[in-house]
């Protein structure tokens, strides 16, 4: 079961607008201050689900399409898992080396200013992150329409504190609402690029998706792994429901997974 452009179009701009809106909310200081209190459990609710998506739903899907590609090869999970190997370390080189600076979640605050060109720089690391967001939604989208709506699901759920990080490294840089809202508007339309990108090669190419979901799957594993679960646990401190909001974002993904296959089936 395929989606269309205009449901997967849809999914990407409101990925988009969650970007955009995380940057906002730093500017309205009542709506800034409550919503920075409910940030570290945002993130782990956003680890859970994503973590949950990563290892139950890609990766099963991914050995299933190449097993089902080359049945009597021996090597058939050689070159997908080096492809979620090459979109792990994809992402580690863009966000944490060519951009140092960047830490999803983290605040940096106004007295701790940054360079210009660090924060640009984060922007334009995350600009590789956001694309590959919607290249798995896509993806996802195509081997299977509740697939694409669970990663869809995991993706949004990490953009507000996207947006928000990526705002706050901007106003660290000594900017204002104008680049914020520009930085933010960028990396959200990244991932409404890498939606139609895929859907018109995976519509065009046959096996394509063979090929980027196992890659999409090494950045989604990245960002759940490396990216939010360090940051929750940086952030959580010695508060544990910080920590239970983990293990209630793999409780909404099996929800929200029995839920659908309950209704389709």
Known sequence: MNSSIIQLTIFGLLAALANVLGGAILFPSKLHSNYKRFLKYLLALGAGFMLSVTIFEILPKVIFIWQKRFPNSADELYVPMLLLMAGYLLTQFFEHTIAPHFHLGEEVHSDELISTSSAYTAV?????????????????????????????????????????????????AGKGFREVMTATSLIGAMTIVGVVVFYVIGSNLDGAVAYALPLAGGVTLYVAASDLIPEVNHHGGGRPFVSFSVFAGVALFFGVHFLLHGLVE
């Open 124 to 172: 334009g690391g995350l600009v590789i992150h956001t694309f590959f967001d919607g290249v798995s939604i896509a993806a996802a989208a195509q081997v299977d329409a509740r697939l694409g709506l669970l990663v869809f699901l995991a993706v949004f759920l990490h953009k507000f504190p996207e947006g928000f990080s990526i705002g706050s490294m901007i106003l660290a």
